[in-house]
């Protein structure tokens, strides 16, 4: 029989792919779904018996958490990236390595073919077969629902005929869950002018009271939480169980497909955009003004590449490398409040603050140079203006 890896989510695309190739099509299907952060053990063994109820000779489920972390969302902590200064990257950047692992199963099981769910709609269509083109242009991709065309009501239809009736009434918000934030999608994402109600969103107020935090970074990383120390991993985890409480983090985002439409999602990402200004703020203290100024470039840079499936060209290895570089100081203290819907930052502690007391403090008293070093200062700065002003003064 053929092999073929389909990258399998549990959902309805996917389950028409797996029930459609094994039994129309002849495939020797092993499904792979690839854990990126939000599935618990029970879901995984959901999806599973699934997965070999609808014709799959094998299941997998790849734990790339920690892999997600130190490939794509450390950088996007040392670059500060929220695409449109809004949106953490939740999705596309979970997708970027789901397909590196899919694909790697593929060839560490000798599979001719590759399958995926995406439409002919969507961003995910690009970001999947990119990568799979580039490692493996060897392997055939097959995409049944975007080759088809399929509406949902057609796949539905097809599983109930060959005895597949589970409920798949579509729920009526779309979430996707992962170490970076989760994803909310429905009817008032399709407008440009509804908001999404309070309820939409997977967590909800619990907490009202003000809570303090303590993050502490080193060289970038979050390794600790009020000075219990972790993986970076760990405490984005468990940052985002205590934020959540509060109903931080809760947006929409508009931006630029890569097919060219513009598109709206409702998102939720407590700790992602904490762990962001913190990080922002604590640089600010301890970076000179040229490396802010690049990094802006550069993270802008880096997160519109990864969003549009361009991860695997080589600039972003450059990008990363001089991302981590300047993470050298970025170490010390960030305090944070948490509140409804909200959070505050409240300042920072260092041993690389570059508000360095003995040099002068801001508006106040300077130390390090005298009033007449300043008045040639000025004098010097000025020149340039002077120049300009004087040869250009018959201009308008």
């Known amino acids: 029989m053929k092999k073929l890896v389909l990258a399998y989510s549990g959902g309805l695309d996917t389950s028409y792919c797996a029930k459609y190739l094994s039994q129309d099509q002849g495939f020797e299907v092993h499904a792979v779904s690839v854990n990126t952060g939000g599935f618990s053990k029970e879901e995984i063994k959901e999806i599973e018996e699934k997965a070999l109820a609808l014709g799959a000779s094998s299941y997998t489920s790849i734990n790339a958490i920690a892999t997600f972390y130190e490939k794509v969302v450390k950088y996007l902590i040392f670059g500060n990236v929220l695409k449109n200064n809004t ?44 990568i799979f083109q580039i490692l493996a242009p060897e392997i055939e991709i097959i995409t049944p ?46 407008t440009s002018h509804l908001p999404l109600p309070d309820s939409a969103y997977p967590s909800q107020l619990e907490k009202e009271l003000p809570k303090g935090l303590k993050l502490t970074f080193n060289k970038g990383e979050l390794v600790a939480l009020d000075g219990e120390k972790d993986t970076p991993v760990a405490n984005i985890e468990k940052l985002s169980a205590i934020a ?97 819907y909200r959070f505050e930052l409240n300042g920072i502690a260092s041993d690389h603050d570059l508000m360095n007391a003995s040099f002068g403090s801001y508006g106040e008293m300077n130390k390090g140079w005298t009033a007449e070093d300043a008045k040639g200062f000025i004098k010097i700065l000025s020149n340039s203006g002077k120049i300009a002003n004087h040869v250009n003064q018959n201009n308008d």
């Open 244 to 340: 959540s409480k509060y109903a931080i983090g809760r947006d929409i985002h508009v931006g630029d497909t890569i097919i060219g439409i513009k598109g709206r999602v409702g998102f939720e990402a407590a700790a992602p955009l904490i762990i962001i200004k913190a990080h922002h703020l604590l640089e600010k203290h301890t970076l000179s003004k040229w490396q802010q100024y690049q990094k802006e470039q550069l993270g802008n840079f880096y997160g519109m590449l990864l969003h549009e499936g361009n991860y695997l060209d080589e600039v972003m290895r450059n990008i990363e490398a001089f991302l981590a570089d300047t993470q050298k100081n970025v170490s010390g203290d960030v305090f944070v409040t948490l509140h409804p």
């Open 87 to 130: 949106y953490p990257l939740s999705v596309s950047a979970e997708r970027i390595v789901q397909a590196i692992e899919i694909v790697n199963h593929a060839k560490k099981i000798g599979a001719q073919y590759i399958a995926h769910g995406s439409t002919g709609a969507g961003n995910d269509q690009v970001r999947f077969d990119m």
């Open 145 to 190: 629902i975007r080759d088809k065309k399929l509406a949902r009501e057609e796949e539905i239809n097809y599983l109930q005929q060959n005895g597949i009736d589970y409920s798949w009434q579509k729920a009526k918000y779309s979430i996707n869950r992962g170490l970076w934030g989760t994803s909310v999608g429905g009817e008032e994402t399709l």
